[in-house]
């Protein structure tokens, strides 16, 4: 079994747009050529699409990305845009030797920069940055921005094929549960119905971090928070730009999670390969297509 886990990076956004620090260029000093380099200015947000992978691990170095999820900010309509790409997605490798095969492979041979170039050979989509976590940075993300859990509605099945520590119906779940929750697959549902579970634990968590920033202590705290949130991310974007994406987002801040699942109903089949096993053959065009109406809208 495998993680489907959250839109972290869409996460660190939320929390850094919240939180309202100030940049460096808010002061009344010019910018040197290094903080240039260093920043992502004010169009880091301005179509830029973010890659955000949870990967199997628990920090070992061989892993597959089975949480693949796009991420665009969209400044005009205050809101923030959610791809979720299903890992068994049946997909062209560049330079694969069999040429196709589950999506998730692609980080498996080649890491990120492959998987970036499989997106954007099958469904034109420029990424932009990448943010990745494992199994063991996820827990600890969930009780540091929710140290008080997350209810979510829990199914016998879940209990009995997860082992997880709760009654049916409604319960209050923390990190190593939480985790089992967005991983569980073995009902009728199966990995359809974890792609909803994240898409649902992710809006709960905007909620948890609007509802902490109320108060006074939670704005002092914020700081440490995103600290702490970004130790546990790998990602090819600095504190510093971070922190500009807060100051962006803190006089725009986010409305609304719209959430999109590809493929999209009614374009794709079940098959089975051979080296490959159970996939999802893609409708290739009507795919790319409501991938980039929903990204680039």
Do not use: W
């Amino acid at each position: 079994m495998r993680l489907r886990t959250l839109a972290i990076l869409a996460l660190v956004l939320i929390v850094s747009g919240c939180m309202g620090v100030p940049d460096d260029r808010s002061k009344n000093k010019e910018s040197s050529p290094s903080d240039a380099n260093d920043s992502v200015s004010e169009t880091v947000l301005d179509e830029k699409t973010f890659l955000l992978l949870g990967v199997d691990s628990r920090g070992e170095a061989s892993s597959r990305s089975d949480a693949i999820l796009l991420a665009r900010y969209d400044q005009e309509q205050k809101i923030i845009k959610l791809a979720s790409i299903m890992r068994d997605s049946y997909v062209k490798i560049p330079g694969y030797k069999l040429n196709y095969n589950k999506i998730n492979m692609a980080y498996y041979l080649g890491g990120s920069d492959l998987l970036k170039k499989t997106i954007y050979d099958n469904f034109h989509i420029k990424v932009d940055h990448v943010a990745i976590i494992d199994f063991n940075g996820f827990v600890k993300l969930i009780d540091l921005l929710s140290p008080e859990g997350i209810k979510v509605d829990v199914k016998p099945e879940m209990i009995e094929d997860m082992t997880i520590e709760a009654s049916k119906g409604e319960n209050v779940l923390h990190g190593e549960e939480i985790l089992k929750y967005v991983r569980f697959r073995h009902d009728s549902e199966s990995d359809f119905g974890r792609v909803k579970r994240q898409q649902e634990v992710l809006v709960q968590l905007k909620e948890k971090v609007v509802e902490r920033l109320s108060s006074v202590e939670g704005v002092v705290a914020m700081p440490h928070v995103l600290g702490e949130a970004r130790s546990l991310i790998d990602t090819d974007i600095g504190m510093k730009p971070l922190i500009e994406i807060g100051t962006s987002l803190l006089f725009n801040p986010i409305d609304e999670v719209e959430t999109l699942r590809i493929p999209v109903e009614g374009s794709y089949t079940d098959e089975t390969y051979p080296h490959s096993g159970a996939v999802l053959e893609l409708d290739k065009e009507k795919n790319q297509a409501a991938l980039q109406e929903f990204i680039e809208r």
